[in-house]
């Protein structure tokens, strides 16, 4: 029984993380104007170089996104918070 909730558990956390992954890539495609591949392919690029997990710039990303950032979200925010600072001056102006 614990087993089975320990599993059941893994993957609520893993599909989770998948939607978040998700989330953010999509983020990128709009902002970028990137395929879904090219998006993801930047998420890993940005892993590479801080060493910071997928799962944890992907949430920074989208808290960054929805503006429900925090200082845990730092790492998101120094890679991705000019574009979307530009993103939301340019839509302020429309």
């Known amino acids: 029984m614990l087993w089975t909730m320990a599993v059941m558990s893994y ?3 893993e599909d989770t993380s998948r939607r978040v992954i ?3 890539t999509g983020i990128l495609v709009g902002l970028r104007g990137y395929s879904v591949h090219e998006a993801f392919d930047e ?3 940005v892993v590479h170089q ?3 997990g997928v799962g944890r710039l992907a949430t920074g990303l989208v808290a960054l996104a ?3 950032s925090s200082a845990e979200h730092a790492e ?3 890679v991705w918070g000019e574009l979307l600072r530009r993103d939301r001056l340019a839509h302020a102006a429309i």
């Open 76 to 78: 998101a925010f120094a």
């Open 50 to 52: 801080t060493g910071v």
């Open 66 to 68: 929805s503006g429900s």
């Open 11 to 13: 993957r609520v956390a």
């Open 22 to 24: 998700d989330l953010a």
């Open 43 to 45: 998420l890993v690029l």
